[in-house]
């Protein structure tokens, strides 16, 4: 008797995927993905213009858009993207603003005086007959003009452009020789920047410290009047000191300063008429 043949089984074994790395290849992808990505915006960064260059690193140093540059902190003031005069009229009306809600200013508001110039946003801090912002024939400024400068280095410190700082004195005799108006009108624009620059306003922004003396009078029908007596803060439009510099090493290419500058029918109008103490 035969017996019947055995069948032959045959098993067939999937094979078996380690579920403790089964996802790696997502990871190993997911960062491939990203470093093609940060390659791709570099080689845009690089072909791109330099004003969108410095916008963009300044996004990355500050992404709340308060720094010094269009969202920088310190490290880029002075580079970044220009201002043109509606951005200075912001600021001036800005300005005005503070002065008038802050307590302390309340009282200075007519005694500073606000207005878009050819050269800048020029901020004038006009003295009184007892003196305002500094002591009566000193350089040393008072309580009131250190919480304005205060104030004013704050709101200089997020913008990029250059300031200048000037010192103004009436035509009355200081009454010492050794030490006259231009001494005292040089002082003051230097104490003036000491207290910026605390406050922090970079060092680097402030390109000239100017004194005067009783040669550029606010009101030249009463040179002595204390109205003359002033401080004037000028955030200075983007490049002109890179203009008068290419202009002092007698860079042929320099642009003529005049053309540059706004005709006066583009100048805006003062907030307000200067108001003086008797």
Not at 12 to 29: C, I, L, P, T
Not at 147 to 160: D, N, Q, S, T, W
Not at 241 to 267: F, V
């Amino acid at each position: 008797m035969k017996h019947a043949a055995t069948p032959i089984i045959i098993r067939k074994r999937s094979a078996e995927h380690d579920d403790a790395h089964g996802g790696a290849w997502k990871v190993a992808y997911a960062d491939f993905v990203t470093a093609m990505m940060a390659l791709f915006i570099v080689l845009w960064l690089l072909s791109a213009s330099e004003k969108v260059q410095k916008a963009v690193g300044g996004y990355f140093q500050d992404p709340t858009g308060k720094g010094r540059q269009t969202g920088t902190t310190n490290a880029g003031a002075g580079e970044t993207l220009t201002l043109n005069r509606e951005d200075l009229q912001r600021l001036k009306e800005k300005l005005e603003e503070i002065v008038k809600q802050i307590p302390s200013l309340q009282r200075l508001q007519n005694q500073v005086r606000i207005t878009l110039t050819t050269e800048g946003l020029r901020i004038d801090l006009i003295e009184t007959e007892h003196g305002l912002f500094f002591e009566t024939g000193n350089p040393k400024p008072s309580e009131a003009g250190i919480e304005l400068l205060r104030v004013l280095a704050g709101e200089l410190a997020m913008l990029p452009n250059k300031v200048v700082i000037e010192g103004h004195t009436d035509s009355r005799p200081y009454g010492r020789s050794d030490y006259s108006n231009w001494e005292l009108s040089a002082d003051r624009a230097n104490a003036a920047r000491k207290i910026l620059v605390e406050f922090g306003l970079d060092a680097d922004r402030i390109s000239q410290v100017r004194g005067f003396a009783d040669q550029r009078l606010l009101k030249k029908d009463d040179p002595t009047n204390p109205a003359n007596r002033r401080i004037s803060i000028i955030v200075r439009n983007m490049g002109l000191d890179q203009q008068e510099e290419q202009m002092a090493q007698g860079d042929p290419q320099a642009p003529n300063l005049k053309e540059a500058a706004p005709s006066p029918k583009e100048t805006a109008p003062s907030s307000k008429a200067a108001a003086t103490k008797p």
